[in-house]
């Protein structure tokens, strides 16, 4: 099991930037694949962007160009640079874990065992 803790949100005016950090505890999450993962009142919970534990990087197409997700295994940490911030994308965002060989789709919630509790983003227009 790993325990993630989601920090950084906030209230940014549109066009600007945030950087989420996701601390992880455990020694499972070098090998784990980490998602970032946003829900919105009313709304199903949506992938984001993951990194992939061996490296490498997919993004949601609402993502691309405006928002890096990146990790720091020597850290536990991953994050999600998000810049270019649009009103719509006003969420709580998680930060998720998917260890090797687990069920589901990497793109869908259903595919990722832990779950952070969540940080807030909101985007004034």
């Known amino acids: 099991q790993v325990q993630l803790v989601e920090s950084g949100g906030g209230l940014v005016q549109a066009g600007g930037s945030l950087r989420l950090s996701c601390a992880a505890s455990?020694?499972?999450?070098?090998?784990?694949?980490m998602g970032w993962f946003r829900q919105a009142p009313g709304k199903e919970r949506e992938f984001v962007a993951v990194?992939?534990?061996?490296?490498?990087?997919y993004y949601v197409d609402s993502a691309k160009g405006r928002f890096s997700i990146s990790r720091d295994n020597a850290k536990n940490t991953l994050y999600l640079q998000m810049n270019s911030l649009k009103p719509e994308d006003t969420s709580v965002y998680y930060c998720?874990?998917?260890?090797?060989?687990?069920?589901?789709?990497?793109?869908?919630?259903?595919?990722?065992?832990?779950w952070g509790q969540g940080t807030q983003v909101t985007v004034s227009s």
């Open positions: 990194a992939w534990s061996g490296g490498g990087t």
């Open positions: 998720a874990a998917r260890p090797p060989g687990y069920g589901g789709s990497t793109y869908s919630k259903e595919g990722y065992r832990d």
């Open positions: 455990g020694r499972s999450f070098k090998n784990a694949h």
